[in-house]
């Protein structure tokens, strides 16, 4: 379901390459060999499903929804449901973070609060 095993570097390498990294880290994490918007949506949609009660989702997606920086994009594309505002979890900006959170989730069963916190810090 979600490779909780991978290691998200994308953000440490030459600005000029993480672009690219970054998706094949995606799609590394999502158990894609190749760019597919539908496979790759279905997977997020089902991640979505299976963690949108837990504690830390929640959390995450609240922090969302009051964001100065996203609110733009809330109000204006009408970006303003759980499923829409976790997907945006998925972009470059958030994603070496999310999925920090995702391991911790999928390899211990809680999220630490540094690392809840960092990924709070940046939204």
Do not use: P, W
Not at 26 to 43: D, H, R, S
Not at 70 to 87: A, M, P, Q, Y
Request: charged letters at 25%; proline letters at 0%; hydrophobic letters at 40%.
């Amino acid at each position: 379901m979600y490779n909780s095993q991978l290691l998200c570097t994308y953000d440490k390498i030459d600005f000029n390459y993480q672009e690219d990294l970054y998706r094949v880290q995606l799609l590394q994490a999502l158990y894609c060999n190749k760019f597919n918007e539908g496979v790759i949506n279905n997977k997020v949609e089902n991640l979505y499903n299976s963690l949108k009660n837990e504690l830390f989702i929640k959390q995450i997606l609240e922090k969302m929804k009051s964001s100065k920086n996203l609110e733009l994009f809330i109000h204006l594309l009408g970006l303003n449901t759980d499923d829409v505002l976790f997907r945006f979890l998925f972009k470059f900006e958030y994603f070496v973070f999310f999925h920090k959170c995702l391991c911790e989730y999928y390899n211990n069963k809680c999220v630490s609060k540094k690392t809840l916190d960092n990924l709070l810090n940046i939204i």
